[in-house]
């Protein structure tokens, strides 16, 4: 079955110089040729060319001036035979032009069909597939370049060449295990000529990943009792005047957000408060509060945040651990000597002392911020990775160090290791991936994409 050509607006609404309608599917041209009253032939003649051209109405009205481009298959971005038609980026022009291209024989496009129609016919991968909503997306230069990297094809040629080392292992397992006589394991010395590399390699590859794209910018939670100076903090950081900062307690009652960029990373700032009155006395039930509370927050960093003057009761490091991050505010109302042992303190646990009243501490929060981040979730212009990608690396990984343990003693099992790591390397590629889920992931893209 023939797919139906389909068009949809590929600039986004509102107002602007230049509107784009991009048709895809075997009617492009015929549509085309209909709604500007040339012969196919004609428009045949220069492919991938922009023509000026008038667009008309069925009843030979003219509707817009544009520029038309017809894109023969294979060569276009579906694969398919596709046209882009430049109108005037008003309202009334695009969808009179829409209208006109829905009435000659196209049909809407789905959220992303045109990225899918993409990747079924082979011109893009799934990888970049999702790239392509990246670059959308993206925030700041960082992520653009992360995600022009993976439109390039870097992440698919470094999975390509992982799973291709995974192959070569296995097979080489497979086969002694299959003819135990010659030559035997040990002699293939796999561990060092093979998983070694291989785990290196793997290592390398996830060291160059950005986490949890899917959710834009980090999400970083300050949490900790009303009056502490949370809304400050974040007005600081921020730069603007975006939390509501009053001397009574517990007035900022639903969290308020901003986003900002540091050192390339988008981040957004949550304040917490009015949630945090019930929270523990103690230090470690609070952290164990706090940790439930970025869950529900689906926080990237949790920064508690308590005042300076407070005795610092016995913070533990592993009460902390890597998402939880303690901040001791208003440095300016204890001593210097205080100050000090204080921030020694807290710099142990990972975390700082500041005041957001005369700034101390606060660039030194930035950089705390942009570290921990670029820890856990990877380098602002790493390849980006969506969730369900992250999550296929985890298992990935986890296959692999699996199959580190068991090479050398059980090697049926390191052999069924690095067969999960196969699925996962499927999912990641999309090689393996169910239609429903392809459905789900392009739902998140918008129309015309
Ligand atoms: P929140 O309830 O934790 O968000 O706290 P706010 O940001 O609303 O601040 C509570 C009060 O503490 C306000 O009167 C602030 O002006 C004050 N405050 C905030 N940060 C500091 C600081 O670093 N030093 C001092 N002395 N006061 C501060």
Redesign the pocket.
Known sequence: MKSPTIVAAASAPGQGAVAVLRLSGPKSLEILAKGVRLDPKTIRLAPRRLRLARFYDAAGEVLDQVLVAYMPSPKSFTGEDMVEVHGHGGRAAVEALLARLLDLGAEPAGAGEFTRRALENGKLDLSQAEAVARMIEAGSRAELAGAVRVLEGELSQKLGSLQQAIEILLAEIEASLNFPEEPDLESLDLRSRRLEPLLAQAGALEQGLRRRVDSGAAEVV?A????????????KLSGKQV?????Q????RDAVSVELELGGRRLRLV?T?GRSKEMPAGEADRAAEVLALARAEQADLVLW?DD?WLAAEDMEKQAWGETLLPLR?????IDETQAENLDAELRALGGLL?????GRGLDDLSDLLVRRLDDLLGPADGLPLTTRQALAMDKLMAALRRAEKTLDHQVELAAEDLRSAMDAMGELTGRKLEPDLLDRIFSSFCIGK
Request: hydrophobic content about 45%; cysteine-free.
């Open positions: 300050l900790g009792p009303p009056n502490v100076g949370k809304s400050s903090i974040i007005n939390a509501l900062v009053t001397s307690a517990g007035t900022t304040d408060a945040v300076a505010n208003k440095a300016d109302l500041v005041s957001a009243l005369d």
